[in-house]
């Protein structure tokens, strides 16, 4: 039995990886803010994770194996993780996104050495505690918090960058539902001139890698993807599939809002680092109609709502 810590994870595959970790025998303790209950049979604490003394308080004298931080957006955070888990842990899981990448063009897919954590400058003094900063700096919060994590070698960490996820009935993002609701009606889906393909993993795909990270012994960044990168059209084919008579357009546009999954940069994932470490990913294009048959039962179309 393993004693893991789990930070949020109160929805979609964080709420699939505490079941999936007591399923498989582990001793789960979550921690939140109290907003939710964690699956039956996971010990609760509730602590604030931006403060220091509220998680060293709600943790006592406890230790685990591994920590999976699900929830942790910016360096001050990360910060406050490293201080608090530094001797509590073997291994600290931080859940990261292929948005660290988002200032990268490349024609290839990137590996991990594209962004080395230990380069990235950290800047605390940023306003991380502004939501609308913190959306529209997403990708830079989580560079920052891996650069934290990595700038002490004597705390074993590994940030999993994770592709676009996409499936679930509980996909809480209404992406897929962007493009559902516009094809319904007709109406443009605006994208990028030139619009790149980027890379995707399921759900459970990825409930499943971090279960494998958890049981595994190796540090650092690794990326998380399904094989093959996916093209907006192929998206929209994959929604129109799901709606009689929906219809898709596209309009391209040089500057402005462009829809969920267009992307004016190349930046999609090399998974060779986890293939080469034991782990097998999906064929993105076998999986897709079955991800937008999932999210799309739950959402509700027609001309009356």
Known sequence: MRDVCVIGGNRYF??????????????VTVINRGSSVPPVGAIHLVADRNDEHSLEKAL??????????????????AAVARSVFAGRTRRYVMTSTVEVYGYEDSASPVREEAVDPRSVAVDLELPWDDLDFLESHYGEGKRQAEAVLASDPAFPYVA????????????????????????????????????????????????????????????????????GALTTEELCAAVA????????????VEVGEISPFSFTRSYGMDNSRATGLGFTFGQAREWLPRAVAETLASVSLGKDN
């Open 60 to 77: 006592g004298s406890r230790t685990f194996d591994v920590v999976v931080d699900q929830v942790c957006y910016t360096p001050r955070q």
């Open 14 to 27: 964080g709420k699939r990886l505490t079941a999936r970790l007591l399923a498989a025998g582990d001793r």
């Open 241 to 252: 599939e799901r709606i009689p008579g929906g219809r898709t357009v596209f309009r391209s």
């Open 160 to 227: 999993v960058r994770v592709a676009h996820v996409l499936g679930g009935g509980d996909d809480f993002t209404g992406r897929l539902d962007h493009y559902a609701r516009r094809i319904e009606a007709g109406e443009p889906i605006a994208v990028p001139t030139v619009n790149h393909p980027a890379t995707y993993i399921h759900v459970d795909e990825i409930t499943d890698f971090l279960a494998w990270v958890v049981d595994g012994e190796f540090t650092g960044p690794v990326n998380a993807a399904s094989h």
